[in-house]
């Protein structure tokens, strides 16, 4: 079965996480787990934590904090093993963050070597 990455984000500055959210990501958790379809799931801590890194003319330039794109800042992912896009749509919509962010499904490349 091909593989989907489930990316959810949220604008961090215009909404945040709903009252009893934590329960709703422990059900999902458990229910995509428990139905076998989960790979691999990971949350992000918010991006002031991280870095930034690019490379111009082959010089490595490092940034603390990640680089806002838009207003949508990446809260983590999940990847899931299912029959097709329409399955993996389905997993997408029961994230608790598409009720106030979006959630983008995306098929896994997968390189065999």
Known sequence: MPKFALIYQYDFA??????GEVA???AYDKEVRETGVLV?????HEPCTGRTVSVRDGVAVVDDGVAPTS???LAGLYVVDVANINA???WA???PTARYGSVDVRPVV????
């Open 40 to 44: 691999y799931e990971a949350g992000f």
């Open 110 to 113: 997968e390189y065999e070597g």
């Open 24 to 26: 709703h990501w422990f």
């Open 93 to 95: 919509a029961k994230i």
């Open 88 to 90: 993996a749509t389905s």
């Open 71 to 73: 207003g949508a800042i």
């Open 14 to 19: 215009a909404t945040g996480p709903i009252e």
